[in-house]
Structure formats: structure tokens, C-alpha cells
């Protein structure tokens, strides 16, 4: 078990979290008044987005405690997937949202309403100010997939807040309050838009797949190049946190003395850390030819003296 220090950027990371919370609840809190009193759907789920980014801001700033928490005998990976947990909460959060906007909407296109267009522009220009600096404050921090989906939320509500504006603008200019529910759909667009990249990345990291942009044939490849190396075969690579990759595999080499062994575990692990950003390696040893049974690779002579489901695997090397 390893024990890592919390990264020096975490208390700027929680700071930032805190400053974005508070602004962004006073923000909520105008929004829905002004939004009741113009009549506008538009403002209104503005300031339901910007609840559930209240939400997704509170929900980021404690998966950044959790995950650096140091791992423990019964959390041996630590806390790492308190954030991607977090991340694919609040986008599955968005993706509710948008779908309600878009249903008050499509009512609201056969039953207009008359709204007031100038209390929404102020309102809308208030919020463009805000979203923008706490996007810009969480773009700083965002090195992961938690404070990437926390800045994702408050990028789209700047976009968003900004065609209100043009939308009150329109409504002034024309006298159409259809706008206003258009502009509603457009916005519960870009949510979903916006969620559905979070939410297909995060499953990936929940499920254990090969992470985003390495390719597992490349890392085969890579290994059965290191001088000494047969084959690889049983590769595994998965992701313990959005930034975090771990890799466990059995390779096949010659009947060698350990300390030559050592020297190929030492060059595969440098490989996988310099190559492919994966810090976590277990690399099993073996100098007999195996076959694949129920996903379990064994040697051949063990086939013969073991069941079928009876198997054991020792590792030859555990490295960081």
C-alpha cells in the first residue's frame, strides 16, 4: 500500500469551489425572482441550470477531499474515483434538467407567454459577469474529469446566459415572446451536448475500460519490443481516476537468472510510465508457454495437473 501527499493545488482547487458556491447560489436566488416577476421560462431555467450547479460545485468540492484522501487497508486505491463518481452524478443531473426545460418549452411554444424582456437582459448581463469569472477561475484547476465537468457547467451557463440576452434583446425588437421558449430548447441543447461527453467518460472510467486515448495493441506492442520480452499476453489497462491508469499483464520470457528478469520489469515499467502515463504496473513473470481459460491465463503443464477452475497466479513484479 502507497500513501500519497494531497496535491499542492488542493486548497487552491477547494478555494476556488468555495468562491464559485457562494456566487453562484446569490446568483440562483436573483435569477428565480427576476425570472418570476419578467415571467420568463428562459430566466427561470437559468436559474434551475444554475441550482444544479450549485449542486454539481458543492459535489466537486467534496469528491476533491475524498479523493486525496490516502488510502487504507479496506481502500487500498484510496479515493480516487470520488471525483469521476461526482463528475457522472452531476451530468446525469444536467441531462434531467435539459430534458424538463425542453418539455416547458415545446408547452410554451403552443401557449405563449408575455415576458419582460429588458428585466431579463439586466438579470442575463449579471450572470454572463459571473459565469464567465468562475468558468475562467475553474478552468485554472481543472486537471481532471470532476473539475472539468464543474467547469463544463459554468462554460455552458455563460453561453447560455449570453442568448438570453439576445433573446430579451429579440423579444424588444420584435414584440415575439416565442423566442423565449426557443431560446429554452437551444439552451437545453448545449446542456445535453455538454453532459453526454461526461457521462460516456466517466462510464468508461466506472467500468474499467481501456482509458481514453491509449490504445491497448500499442501498449502490447510497445512491451514485446523491450529487449528479452517473448510476448505479452492477459494486458489489462484500466483508469482509477480520470488521471490515474493502472496496468497489470503476464509476459513471457526466457529461463533467466532474477537479476536479468529485474531489468526487463524495470524497462517495461519505465515504458508504460514514460510512454503511456501509467504509473501503476503489475507485470507477472512467466517462462512457459500458457492458454486462456475462462479469461484466466495458466501454463499448460498446470492445465493437466489442476480442474479447469482451479487457478493460481503468483506475481513476479510489482512496480510504480
Request: net charge negative; aromatic share 6%.
Amino acid at each position: 500500500m502507497h500513501v500519497h501527499a494531497a496535491p499542492a493545488g488542493q486548497g487552491k482547487t477547494s478555494r476556488v469551489l468555495w468562491f464559485s458556491m457562494l456566487a453562484t447560489l446569490v446568483y440562483v436566488a436573483l435569477t428565480l425572482i427576476a425570472g418570476l416577476r419578467a415571467n420568463s421560462l428562459a430566466l427561470i431555467s437559468e436559474a434551475g441550470h444554475n441550482m444544479s450547479d450549485f449542486l454539481a460545485l458543492a459535489l466537486s468540492f467534496v469528491a476533491v477531499y475524498f479523493q486525496n484522501r490516502p488510502p487504507t487497508n479496506r481502500k487500498t486505491f484510496g479515493y480516487q474515483r470520488a471525483g469521476v463518481l461526482a463528475a457522472f452524478l452531476n451530468a446525469a443531473t444536467l441531462i434531467v434538467i435539459s430534458l424538463w426545460i425542453g418539455v416547458e418549452a415545446v408547452h410554451r411554444l403552443s401557449a405563449p407567454v408575455v415576458v419582460q424582456p429588458r428585466l431579463m437582459m439586466w438579470v442575463a448581463a449579471a450572470g454572463v459577469v459571473m459565469n464567465g469569472v468562475i468558468a475562467a477561475l475553474l478552468w485554472g484547476v481543472a486537471r481532471d474529469v470532476n473539475m472539468r465537468s464543474a467547469f463544463i457547467h459554468m462554460a455552458g451557463d455563460t453561453l447560455s446566459t449570453a442568448a438570453v440576452i439576445a433573446g430579451g434583446f429579440g423579444i424588444l425588437l420584435t414584440g415575439k415572446n416565442w423566442i423565449d421558449p426557443v431560446l429554452s430548447l437551444m439552451i437545453a441543447a448545449l446542456i445535453l451536448w455538454s453532459s453526454f461527453g461526461i457521462v460516456r467518460e466517466t462510464l468508461n472510467i466506472l467500468l474499467e475500460g481501456t482509458p481514453r486515448g491509449l490504445s491497448l495493441s500499442g501498449i502490447q506492442a510497445g512491451m514485446e519490443a523491450v529487449e528479452g520480452v517473448i510476448n505479452v499476453h492477459d494486458l489489462h489497462v484500466w483508469s482509477l481516476g480520470s488521471n490515474s491508469h493502472a496496468l497489470a499483464c503476464h509476459v513471457q520470457i526466457d529461463d533467466i537468472p532474477p537479476s536479468e528478469s529485474n531489468r526487463i520489469l524495470l524497462e517495461l515499467s519505465a515504458l508504460a510510465r514514460k510512454n503511456f502515463h501509467i504509473h501503476h504496473t503489475t507485470i507477472q513473470f512467466e517462462c512457459d508457454g500458457c492458454e486462456v481459460i475462462h479469461g484466466c491465463v495458466v501454463p499448460i503443464e498446470e492445465m493437466a495437473a489442476e480442474p479447469a477452475h482451479s487457478h493460481s497466479h503468483s506475481h513476479a513484479g510489482h512496480a510504480h
